[in-house]
């Protein structure tokens, strides 16, 4: 991509989540800086969408680097992973510039690799790729093709347009990594879920979550639920794991109630009861601070909207 020196500012006015239309293919860039849920228009752009899709689909883009930042301008990834090796080319596919889409702040477009005569070959985007930070129309759309834009992540998206650079460079002093690019329907399950969880409408009630894999059993993530409740008075305990694929917007754990005992000084081992066939939770997220428990058991059923108390150190997630 030919390098262009323009300053804008950073245009956060784009849709949401909650109001943006879904009709549409969407991929999470789970990145170490936070999640960006990027919606591709396979409409005005269907062979560029149907590349970079290759490309999510083929694990190609897991453990990717972001190798450019020109702050207020772009950020550019697509090319390497983090151990250095280069994004191996699927070949060059034919521009579908003039679309009707536009380099705007947090649309998502096509680099480009090659020039012809000394002119920009707008037929020469590999798997090279990037987010515009800036609002870059008269710059960037006579030669670059839009083929979508970000729908979550602003607050990613502004912590990667900060990214510190080498004076007189584009190239970051700690490259930001994309850990893993899936295609999503709905809000991802996401590692930044781990943490405490309760109801507002009862503080007797609360979830533990931990996303997590098993010891030594590959990268099959898994979700470790701890439920704590009363019943007729007395505590209850209601524990479950279940398997689930990067990508998931829903889980349904399966749990075992455990009931009878009290904590402190009435502790009695032999009240201890336990129902290994309870029921389960369905537990679905609409952000990454806010999320819908569903349970279906022996005593009935009913959902519980629900918000984080605790949240990762190491990981990091604002809400747009």
Same mark, same amino acid.
């Given at each position: 991509?030919?390098?262009?020196?323009?300053?804008?500012?950073?245009?956060?006015?784009?849709?949401?989540?909650?109001?943006?239309?879904?009709?549409?293919?969407?991929?999470?860039?789970?990145?170490?800086?936070?999640?960006?849920?990027?919606?591709?228009?396979?409409?005005?752009?269907?062979?560029?969408?149907?590349?970079?899709?290759?490309?999510?689909?083929?694990?190609?883009?897991?453990?990717?680097?972001?190798?450019?930042?020109?702050?207020?301008?772009?950020?550019?990834?697509?090319?390497?992973?983090?151990?250095?090796?280069?994004?191996?080319?699927?070949?060059?596919?034919?521009?579908?510039?003039?679309?009707?889409?536009?380099?705007?702040?947090?649309?998502?477009?096509?680099?480009?690799?090659?020039?012809?005569?000394?002119?920009?070959?707008?037929?020469?985007?590999?798997?090279?790729?990037?987010?515009?930070?800036?609002?870059?129309?008269?710059?960037?759309?006579?030669?670059?093709?839009?083929?979508?834009?970000?729908?979550?992540?602003?607050?990613?998206?502004?912590?990667?347009?900060?990214?510190?650079?080498?004076?007189?460079?584009?190239?970051?002093?700690?490259?930001?990594?994309?850990?893993?690019?899936?295609?999503?329907?709905?809000?991802?399950?996401?590692?930044?879920?781990?943490?405490?969880?309760?109801?507002?409408?009862?503080?007797?009630?609360?979830?533990?979550?931990?996303? $997590?894999?098993?010891?030594?059993?590959?990268?099959?993530?898994?979700?470790?639920?701890?439920?704590?409740?009363?019943?007729?008075?007395?505590?209850?305990?209601?524990?479950?794991?279940?398997?689930?694929?990067?990508?998931? $917007?829903?889980?349904?754990?399966?749990?075992?109630?455990? $009931?009878?005992?009290?904590?402190?000084?009435?502790?009695?081992?032999?009240?201890?009861?336990?129902?290994?066939?309870?029921?389960?939770?369905?537990?679905?997220?609409?952000?990454?601070?806010?999320?819908?428990? $569903?349970?279906?058991?022996?005593?009935?059923?009913?959902?519980?909207?629900?918000?984080?108390?605790?949240?990762?150190?190491?990981?990091?997630?604002?809400?747009?």
């Amino acid at each position: 991509m030919k390098k262009i020196h323009f300053v804008a500012t950073l245009i956060l006015a784009l849709p949401t989540m909650s109001n943006a239309q879904q009709s549409q293919p969407r991929v999470l860039l789970d990145t170490t800086q936070g999640p960006l849920i990027l919606e591709l228009d396979s409409t005005r752009a269907p062979r560029t969408a149907a590349n970079f899709l290759a490309y999510v689909d083929d694990g190609s883009f897991n453990d990717m680097i972001v190798q450019r930042v020109v702050k207020n301008f772009v950020i550019q990834s697509g090319s390497l992973k983090s151990n250095g090796a280069t994004i191996a080319s699927k070949g060059a596919i034919s521009s579908e510039r003039g679309n009707g889409l536009s380099n705007t702040s947090g649309s998502i477009a096509m680099a480009l690799s090659s020039t012809v005569s000394g002119q920009t070959n707008v037929n020469s985007a590999t798997s090279a790729f990037y987010i515009n930070t800036g609002n870059n129309s008269s710059n960037l759309d006579a030669n670059f093709t839009v083929f979508g834009r970000v729908v979550y992540g602003l607050n990613t998206l502004t912590t990667l347009n900060n990214t510190a650079v080498f004076s007189g460079s584009d190239q970051p002093v700690v490259f930001p990594v994309v850990r893993r690019a899936v295609r999503v329907d709905g809000f991802p399950i996401l590692d930044v879920h781990t943490g405490a969880w309760f109801d507002p409408n009862n503080s007797g009630r609360g979830f533990g979550l931990e996303i $997590s894999r098993a010891s030594e059993g590959g990268p099959q993530p898994l979700m470790v639920v701890h439920w704590y409740d009363y019943s007729e008075g007395k505590q209850i305990w209601l524990v479950g794991a279940a398997a689930f694929q990067w990508g998931d $917007s829903t889980v349904t754990v399966p749990l075992q109630i455990t $009931s009878g005992a009290q904590f402190g000084a009435a502790f009695a081992p032999d009240q201890v009861q336990n129902d290994a066939e309870w029921g389960s939770l369905t537990i679905r997220f609409s952000d990454c601070h806010h999320g819908e428990f $569903s349970f279906q058991s022996r005593l009935g059923n009913g959902s519980y909207q629900l918000t984080r108390i605790t949240e990762p150190t190491h990981i990091q997630c604002l809400d747009d």
